[in-house]
């Protein structure tokens, strides 16, 4: 079969009904995947359709021809006939080839959206930061990243769905708003850390860190402890407390408290030294705020692990 430059085999879509082996000249296939941005070409001795014919599914591929081409075209009562005339397992094993393909197709997706968040956050916490704003127009924020990552729109659609659907952006009227300025730049050093040395980052707490924060910013709402210099302070007596009432019987000590003041999350009323007892300091300290952010990125970062690669 000849299908002469600028002719199309045929589209996505259509019924897949037969196979195609180009014997000469390029095919140029394009999905709406891709946003016929990054389009896929089939040289001589490319197979074309052996997964969508053998699973009898749609076209994933509009095939044009970039030059004059000679298509050998197979049909699917000829591979059938074919494959009777073989052992009985041999179609089994296409089929289970099939389905192999098509989860490294999907791996390579969601491969494809991990690395292309750590771009589009990248290039939104630079924007917000070069014009103090809170926002970017979600036309400039696709370009940006595709200009950097080849990631398609519709990728860079599901991904900031995913990010609104956690709270941390909204999309509105063609614009991308940051529903809190910190956090955007946190997530984004926080994927960096982790891909750069290979180990999770500083702002992953453990549960037994989040929980004590978590009694922190209880107290310091209830008993709505004002701010100095942007720190709020808990007495010790008081953490103790609540710690033991809301931390499902974990008892407060030093040697718990000692992960956060090593980070710096909180500070004692003196120089603090882990093999002291608890009551040797008379309160602890901390940057509100910052604790709020922080809370919010541990709340968020496991979600969208789990988003990521479901």
Same mark, same amino acid.
């Given at each position: 079969?000849?299908?002469?430059?600028?002719?199309?085999?045929?589209?996505?879509?259509?019924?897949?009904?037969?196979?195609?082996?180009?014997?000469?000249?390029?095919?140029?296939?394009?999905?709406?995947?891709?946003?016929?941005?990054?389009?896929?070409?089939?040289?001589?001795?490319?197979?074309?359709?052996?997964?969508?014919?053998?699973?009898?599914?749609?076209?994933?591929?509009?095939?044009?021809?970039?030059?004059?081409?000679?298509?050998?075209?197979?049909?699917?009562?000829?591979?059938?006939?074919?494959?009777?005339?073989?052992?009985?397992?041999?179609?089994?094993?296409?089929?289970?080839?099939?389905?192999?393909?098509?989860?490294?197709?999907?791996?390579?997706?969601?491969?494809?959206?991990?690395?292309?968040?750590?771009?589009?956050?990248?290039?939104?916490?630079?924007?917000?930061?070069?014009?103090?704003?809170?926002?970017?127009?979600?036309?400039?924020?696709?370009?940006?990243?595709?200009?950097?990552?080849? #990631?398609?729109?519709?990728? %860079?659609?599901? =991904? $900031? !769905? *995913?990010?609104?659907?956690?709270? &941390? @952006?909204?999309?509105?009227?063609?614009?991308?708003?940051?529903?809190?300025?910190?956090?955007?730049?946190?997530?984004?050093?926080?994927?960096?850390?982790?891909?750069?040395?290979?180990?999770?980052?500083?702002?992953?707490?453990?549960?037994?860190?989040?929980?004590?924060?978590?009694?922190?910013?209880?107290?310091?709402?209830?008993?709505?402890?004002?701010?100095?210099?942007?720190?709020?302070?808990?007495?010790?007596?008081?953490?103790?407390?609540?710690?033991?009432?809301?931390?499902?019987?974990?008892?407060?000590?030093?040697?718990?408290?000692?992960?956060?003041?090593?980070?710096?999350?909180?500070?004692?009323?003196?120089?603090?030294?882990?093999?002291?007892?608890?009551?040797?300091?008379?309160?602890?300290? #901390?940057?509100?705020?910052? %604790?709020?952010? =922080? $809370? !919010? *990125?541990?709340?968020?970062?496991? &979600? @969208?692990?789990?988003?990521?690669?479901?």
């Amino acid at each position: 079969m000849i299908v002469n430059a600028g002719e199309f085999l045929c589209l996505e879509g259509d019924k897949a009904s037969t196979l195609y082996v180009v014997q000469s000249g390029t095919l140029v296939g394009i999905s709406k995947d891709t946003h016929d941005e990054i389009p896929e070409n089939f040289g001589p001795g490319s197979i074309i359709g052996e997964f969508s014919l053998l699973e009898s599914e749609p076209r994933e591929q509009t095939l044009r021809a970039a030059e004059k081409s000679e298509i050998l075209v197979i049909s699917q009562e000829s591979l059938q006939e074919t494959l009777k005339t073989k052992p009985h397992w041999i179609k089994s094993i296409l089929s289970f080839l099939t389905s192999r393909a098509k989860i490294a197709n999907e791996n390579k997706k969601k491969n494809q959206l991990v690395q292309a968040l750590p771009t589009l956050l990248y290039i939104f916490s630079a924007h917000l930061k070069k014009t103090g704003g809170d926002s970017i127009p979600l036309e400039e924020l696709q370009k940006s990243v595709f200009a950097q990552n080849n #990631t398609p729109k519709d990728e %860079i659609q599901h =991904l $900031l !769905e *995913l990010l609104q659907d956690l709270g &941390l @952006l909204k999309i509105q009227d063609n614009v991308v708003h940051a529903e809190s300025l910190q956090i955007v730049p946190m997530l984004y050093e926080t994927l960096k850390y982790r891909a750069l040395n290979q180990k999770v980052s500083p702002n992953i707490l453990s549960m037994t860190e989040q929980m004590v924060l978590t009694v922190f910013v209880k107290l310091i709402r209830e008993n709505k402890v004002p701010e100095q210099n942007g720190l709020c302070s808990v007495s010790t007596e008081l953490l103790r407390t609540e710690a033991k009432k809301s931390m499902h019987g974990l008892t407060l000590t030093t040697r718990t408290i000692s992960p956060l003041v090593q980070k710096k999350l909180l500070e004692p009323s003196s120089t603090f030294d882990i093999h002291a007892p608890l009551e040797s300091y008379n309160f602890f300290y #901390t940057d509100f705020e910052k %604790i709020l952010d =922080l $809370l !919010e *990125l541990n709340r968020i970062f496991p &979600l @969208l692990d789990k988003k990521l690669v479901m």
